[in-house]
């Protein structure tokens, strides 16, 4: 059983600290933490010990993410040393053994092409077995999904598995940075607020001055820590048991709040879709109307930005969704305007260009890719070369 002790050991939060700063080691306050690494390691690891650490305030703001904006929470690199650690050596350890194969979402070894690739397989195993593409897929989408976690319900089944008293009191500790202020609010909605769909952008909205401390709602574990993404890919494992054990889903898979559901039968998804509704209810949870759906494997539909088409003779087909092409070709132009006025660097362009090309090269995407390829070097290459053209031609005008 893991403890304090694996959290504040020295190599545990050097360990952690060289994963943090991955992707962000050219921030000044990341470089002036390794600076003073085991000056600031031996603070962390005093205050651990005598449980004086207090985590420092987040920074917030709002990102666009793949065509959505999210309200971000960042820590300190400090904090994120922590949390590191506490997911590095308790929280990791401790709840992935309880999670269902089919839980995609950051694990070591899994992740987003894992996820479509699972996908693709329960076609093909859908397809052997029926001998046909007749059937129906459930897609399951969650409201504001991690805006919407209580700590109540998350800590109670963290509990169930994590034994040792100090390290859960801890983990509760952190948990509760994430509560939300609602002093705006009458006593009516705040006695209902647990039950109310919470939107973090709206929350952010709110004039400070209406922020004053007097009442705290404990939900929601905002985005930007590593220990949102294990509360995140845990909390809804009952769900996953459920269908995949007790009502014997073998096409299942989940992406953290994005949920499929493979079977012969419209009339039993339907009835399934009801005792999941059920189980969201009891765990806080809010299913997205608007997005859950039933649709005919011989239709196609989109999973994770994937479109899947299952065909008559057993084809799985995997094409980019339409909106993620248009996104990256407007992605293109604004870089080329960044490279015009000089923000950003070819080479930074080139880079981002290859990690889209990279990840839609495993799907059917060949005509995509060459149209893309076409518009990227219309607008990087070409100018180059005519650039290069004209200034040896005006070199020869002037001898």
């Known amino acids: 059983m893991k403890n304090m002790e694996s959290v504040y050991d020295a190599n545990s939060l050097i360990d952690a600290f060289n994963k943090s700063k991955k992707g ?68 990791v350890p401790e709840l992935s053994k309880y999670l269902t194969y089919d839980n995609g979402a950051s694990m070591e070894g899994k992740g987003i092409h894992f996820a ?9 195993k859908f397809y052997r077995k029926h001998k046909s593409n007749e059937g129906y897929v459930l897609l399951i989408d969650f409201s504001k999904f991690f805006d919407n976690i209580p700590h109540d319900g998350l800590i109670k089944e963290m509990r169930k598995k994590i034994g040792d008293k100090e390290t859960m009191g801890f983990i509760e500790k952190l948990i509760d940075t994430f509560r939300v202020d609602v002093s705006y609010m009458s006593e009516e909605e705040y006695a209902d607020c647990m ?51 007790v009502r014997g889903m ?103 260009y290859a990690s889209w090309r990279g990840g839609v090269q495993h799907y059917d995407s060949y005509t995509i890719i060459r149209n893309m390829d076409k518009l990227f070097d219309e607008l990087f290459i070409h100018p180059f070369i005519e650039g290069g053209h004209s200034n040896e031609q005006n070199k020869n005008e002037q001898k």
């Open 24 to 91: 962000t080691a050219w921030k000044e306050s990341v470089q002036r933490y390794e600076a003073n690494l085991l000056r600031n390691v031996n603070q962390t690891q005093k205050e651990l010990k005598d449980g004086s650490y207090e985590q420092k305030d987040f920074y917030e703001f709002d990102l666009n993410e793949r065509g959505h904006i999210r309200h971000i929470k960042s820590m300190h690199i400090s904090d994120r040393v922590v949390q590191r650690s506490v997911c590095d050596n308790v929280l």
């Open 116 to 124: 479509r690739k699972r996908m693709s397989t329960h076609l093909h």
């Open 195 to 245: 039950n109310t769909l919470y939107n973090a952008l709206e929350h952010a909205k709110i004039d400070k001055a209406e922020l004053t401390g007097e009442k705290y709602m404990k939900k929601s574990v905002g985005i930007g820590s590593q220990i949102s993404q294990i509360s995140g890919v845990y909390y809804p494992t009952r769900l996953d048991n459920y269908c995949k054990i």
């Open 250 to 352: 073998k096409y299942y898979g989940r992406y953290m709040d994005d949920i499929y559901i493979i079977h012969e039968s419209k009339e039993f998804l339907k009835g399934l879709l009801n005792d999941i509704r059920g189980i969201c209810d009891e765990y806080g949870l809010f299913i997205n109307p608007k997005k859950t759906q039933i649709v005919k494997l011989s239709h196609g539909f989109t999973f994770l930005k994937i479109k899947y088409s299952l065909t008559e003779t057993g084809k799985v087909i995997e094409r980019i969704s339409k909106d993620s092409v248009v996104r990256q070709r407007r992605k293109l132009k604004k870089l080329r305007r960044l490279l015009d006025e000089g923000k950003v660097s070819f080479a930074d362009v080139r880079c981002s």
